[in-house]
């Protein structure tokens, strides 16, 4: 079992930015990809993007922006999300998720096996 706990949220002027924690614990090294998502009321969750916990890579969408840095502390069993020059678009929850097993997406949450309880994020204009 894994469990995933988000920190770092809260509220930011548009041009702001925040960096996102996710802790693993239970059984972190069975995780093979981290990910952040986010959901924005009435839209479906969306993926920010993931890296691979055993190898190091690092994996965005095509649409990303370069504003949203994901790394991976393999240490301390954590991944951090750095957000900067937000917009109020940005506004959503984020989640953290995890991934045991390879042969899956990167980006789809339901390929995701385990799940923070998400973090909020407010950008004002």
């Known amino acids: 079992q894994v469990r995933l706990v988000e920190s770092g949220g809260g509220s930011v002027q548009a041009g702001g930015s925040l960096r996102l924690s996710c802790a693993a614990s239970?059984?972190?090294?069975?995780?093979?990809?981290m990910g952040w998502f986010r959901q924005a009321p009435g839209k479906q969750r969306e993926w920010v993007a993931s890296?691979?916990?055993?190898?190091?890579?690092?994996y965005y969408p095509d649409s990303a922006s370069g504003r949203f840095t994901i790394s991976h502390d393999v240490a301390k069993a954590m991944v951090n999300l750095q957000m900067n020059s937000l917009k109020p678009e940005d506004t959503a929850m984020y989640y953290c998720?995890?991934?045991?097993?390879?042969?899956?997406?990167?980006?789809?949450?339901?390929?995701?096996?385990?799940w923070g309880p998400g973090t909020q994020v407010t950008v004002s204009s």
């Open positions: 239970g059984n972190p090294y069975a995780i093979d990809f």
């Open positions: 890296v691979d916990t055993r190898g190091g890579k690092i």
């Open positions: 998720a995890a991934q045991v097993g390879y042969g899956r997406t990167r980006s789809n949450p339901a390929d995701f096996n385990y």
